[in-house]
């Protein structure tokens, strides 16, 4: 059984930062690509950012130049630096992977999700 569980959101002002955490656990034999997503109220989900196992990343351009994306590949974990946060970004934010759990296989699984709002 392969699990993400996302941690790190909460409550911050206009112009403040947040580190979400992705964390993978259980049978994995390997992890391509990570990323994050996010949905807020009354909108659909949307890419944030994602970065393969070789360190090649993508970002949506609301949040280019304010958040970074990093992982680490020995620990299966993956976060979201998230600075110069705006109302907008408001939103549950969604980890997910691509996970293989034997030798040329890959699913991608979800996280349940982690609230950050943005207010004053």
């Known amino acids: 059984q392969v699990q993400l569980v996302e941690s790190g959101g909460g409550l911050v002002q206009p112009g403040g930062s947040l580190r979400l955490s992705c964390a993978a656990s259980g049978s994995i034999f390997g992890i391509a690509r990570m990323g994050w997503y996010r949905q807020a109220p009354g909108k659909e989900r949307e890419l944030v950012a994602t970065i393969t196992r070789g360190g090649s990343i993508m970002y949506a351009d609301s949040v280019k130049g304010r958040f970074t994306i990093s992982r680490d590949n020995a620990k299966n974990t993956a976060n979201l630096q998230m600075n110069s946060l705006k109302p907008e970004d408001t939103a549950v934010y969604y980890c997910?992977?691509?996970?293989?759990?034997?030798?040329?296989?890959?699913?991608?699984?979800w996280g349940r999700g982690t609230l950050v709002t943005v207010s004053s």
């Open positions: 997910n992977a691509d996970i293989g759990t034997t030798m040329g296989t890959a699913t991608r699984y």
